[in-house]
């Protein structure tokens, strides 16, 4: 009797673990209302995201496309305290002795030159996009503040006299 209560038992329990298997016993129900209504407010905000990240990235390559034809590297070259190397200097019309010195000056750099200053060209019409801001106004209105240039301590010592 055992033995068969044992094999009933394990007949019912293969039974419901065949029908909770069974690919007709659990349907997937769709979203609630309110679960439609979250996920089509977050579809339609994360659309607005897009298009703004698209309008800023639009203005950066064109700003980039623009300004960023050439790019040249600067250096400071020459001993302007001891005077020991430099570029050959004359103030004034005479060239004497005491008017002649050893100076520094800019001048292209080499391209492995870590301590060279970048300068960058472009087409004219880059002093448009810098001067109507259009990065500045895309940014803005995808809701990304861009930093504002700042005032940078440049290593070149001018010649004062």
């Known amino acids: 009797m055992k033995r068969f209560l044992m094999l009933v038992g394990v007949a019912v329990v ?9 690919p007709g016993s659990q349907q997937a129900k769709g979203p609630s209302a309110k679960q439609f209504s979250a996920l089509k407010k977050q579809v339609a905000s994360l659309s607005k995201t897009v298009k703004s990240v698209k309008t800023v990235a639009a203005a950066e390559a064109k700003l980039l496309t623009d300004c960023v034809q050439i790019a040249v590297p600067v250096d400071q070259f020459g001993d302007g305290q001891n005077q020991t190397e430099g570029y050959d200097y004359i103030q004034g019309p005479v060239k004497t002795p ?5 100076t520094t000056a800019l001048d292209v750099a080499d391209t492995t030159d870590t301590g060279a200053v970048w300068f960058v060209g472009g087409k004219a019409a880059c002093g448009t996009d810098l001067g109507e801001s259009t990065l500045q106004h895309a940014a803005a209105k995808a809701g990304i503040r861009l ?5 940078h301590s440049f290593s070149f010592i ?3 006299r």
Do not use: G, K
């Open 14 to 22: 293969a039974a419901a673990m065949y029908v909770a298997a069974a």
């Open 98 to 102: 005491t008017t002649e010195f050893l």
């Open 147 to 151: 930093p504002h240039a700042t005032m």
């Open 158 to 160: 001018p010649r004062q």
